[in-house]
């Protein structure tokens, strides 16, 4: 779809691509250089914000339900030339504020369909920051500080594994974890049935929320300030966005 153009279900809208918040900042880097490299290449072209969308659409092409969405303006057929695994991607995707179960939405669960995703984006941002802090703190190899490593070894075991573990381990609680971290051959020995308790209880999906809650977790012991900063400003931006959304909605 060029610039100015009307949306037919005949056209395919360009869509530039948003970095996941966890990537490095090498990547983030190649996804901005191609976004800036589509926009020169393809200067009539309009090239839309994936925040434009609320999710996929997985109807077959030949289905008369994405048909229909697709006439309406419900659902838009989209191409993104640099994605994950650096590969052109196509998809039907719904307009924003549009849930994927189904297209008939009432204003109410739009709105809080709206407010879910600033929500959500929010609470990305916060862990990319924290991501920031925690590569910063790992960067400085803990020269300096003798007891970084323990106590973010610490966390991980607390926060990410399950008490009967640490109760079994003999670490359920902060005296006994203390003396564990200093008698090297238990330390190694814990940290390895805990590599197994990892494998053996976490799915793909455990590992990323476990990996939020532990950078969470890592910024909140280890640099207190900076994260009731961050928090805060970030509560500041959510409660902004979540007024603008009712503010799209007039409510």
Sequence with gaps: MKNGEEYTPDKIIVIESECP?????????KYEDANEYLKDALPNVKIM???????????????????????????????????DWHRITIAYLYKSGVNGDTAEKTEDE???????????????????EFMKMCKELTN????GHPELLNRIV????????????KNKAGVSDEEKMDAMLNDH??????????????????????YD???????????CELMPEAYDELVKKYEEKLEKAIEKVKMKYQQ
């Design 154 to 165: 610490k966390l991980i075991v607390f926060v990410a594994c399950p008490y009967i573990f």
């Design 110 to 128: 739009l709105l809080a369909i709206d407010i879910d995703y600033a929500t959500s984006k929010n609470a990305e941002k916060l862990d990319g």
């Design 49 to 83: 914000s994936s925040r434009d969308f609320s999710g996929s659409c997985y109807y077959k092409e030949e289905d008369e339900r994405l048909q229909k969405m697709l006439s309406e303006g419900k659902v838009f057929k989209t191409v993104r030339l640099y994605d």
């Design 21 to 29: 918040s966890w990537k490095s900042d090498e990547e983030k880097e």
């Design 140 to 143: 400085e190899d803990f020269e």
């Design 185 to 206: 051959k238990r330390f190694s020995e814990v940290m390895r049935e805990a590599a197994k308790e990892f494998i053996k209880k976490y799915s793909i999906y455990s």
């Design 209 to 219: 929320s476990m990996g939020v809650a532990l950078r969470k977790n890592v910024v």
